[in-house]
């Protein structure tokens, strides 16, 4: 039973145009939501969060925007560029477990120059 | 080193045969996580060590998974009597304390023939 759900296994977008990202959950007790970026052959590295207390939390290029009530969240990235290809996997964690992350099966972003 | 170090990189054994991986965190870093990458799937939990002892085994899947950690620094994961679905990539990660980001390693694919 996934509780952390990325319905779109792929997205390609053109360069310099923006890039949505799509996570919702189903776990009512997680409160801590993260977005981790893998590149091929490599492990997943850190690239945003968000706690439930908060409805969007911005980086950069990065924004990540969280719907309680909807359980969704979404990850923005404008603009694009061609380095952001990569898989992007969301994650989440609570309940007082915060050192366990549920991760979704990730997102494939292809960004075409 | 400056990051999460797991080898070896890729390990391929004949079903039933015993592998230990090895996981090498960041200096320092006193929280350590095992997790496991199937094809097609996003990191699933299996292991989380505080210091020496493990703080949460939950997610390995059966008594043939062990993992240890007998200094506080370096991990192993062992598997024995390898199966043909023990396939896949293990991730290690390290952070500074419980509920702190996490460093990802870049994987051990294990493939068992």
């Known amino acids: 039973d996934q509780q952390v759900k990325q319905n779109s296994p792929s997205l390609s977008v053109q360069e310099g145009r923006i890039s949505i990202l799509n996570c919702d959950y189903t776990n009512s007790m997680f409160d801590y939501f993260l977005w981790y970026k893998k590149y091929p052959a490599e492990g997943p590295t850190f690239l945003i969060s968000i706690s439930s207390i908060k409805d969007k939390n911005e980086d950069g290029r990065f924004t990540v925007f969280l719907n309680k009530s909807a359980k969704h969240l979404s990850l923005h990235i404008v603009p694009s560029q061609p380095g952001d290809s990569a898989v992007y996997f969301c994650a989440a964690s609570g309940g007082g477990s915060n050192y366990k992350l549920t991760f979704g099966k990730g997102t494939l972003l292809t960004v075409n120059p | 080193g400056a990051g999460v170090s797991q080898t070896p990189s890729n390990k391929v054994t004949e079903k039933g045969k015993y592998v230990e991986l090895r996981c090498d965190p960041i200096?320092?870093?006193?929280?350590l996580y095992w997790y496991r990458q199937s094809l097609g799937q996003g990191p699933e939990f299996l292991i989380y060590f505080q210091g020496t002892g493990a703080a949460d085994d939950s997610g390995l899947p059966n008594d043939r998974f062990f993992a240890v950690r007998p200094e506080g620094s370096v991990s192993t994961l062992k598997i024995q009597r390898t199966e043909r679905g023990d396939s896949a990539v293990y991730l290690c990660?390290?952070?500074?304390?419980?509920?702190?980001?996490?460093?990802f390693g870049s994987g051990t694919q294990l493939s068992v023939l």
């Open positions: 200096s320092g870093h006193t929280a």
């Open positions: 990660a390290s952070s500074s304390g419980q509920g702190e980001k996490l460093f």
